[in-house]
């Protein structure tokens, strides 16, 4: 089990994907930077699909900058938590990318 969530375009072509084990302490905050915890199902998602508007994303990226300037995370090595905290950033970026584009993204939290 696991946290197994996707970003996609209005064409439906993946444009992101992020992963979190059952046990990661960071995949609740995770939905927390999104404002979407109704999708979260413990140890893993929901397995819905939520469209979400630019200002959620906008609101996500601005969170996750204040997340990311605290110490987050300290369950495994430095090496670790620096890629995850860099592919939680590429994917909310990319969200964001898509959703000025196309006004909103769909993210499925599987």
Known sequence: MGH???SFNK????IGYVRF???DIIAPLFYD???A???YAGVSGSGEVATLP???VKN??????KWKAKDFGT???KDFLLWQRYEIQKFIETCLETAQKEGAVKVYFG
Do not use: H, P, R
């Open 60 to 65: 996500a990226l601005e969170a996750y900058d």
């Open 4 to 6: 197994d969530i996707s």
């Open 75 to 77: 369950k495994g090595s």
């Open 33 to 35: 930077l999104f404002d």
């Open 54 to 56: 630019l200002v959620q």
């Open 21 to 23: 084990t059952m046990g």
């Open 11 to 14: 064409a439906g072509q993946e």
């Open 37 to 39: 915890n109704e999708y």
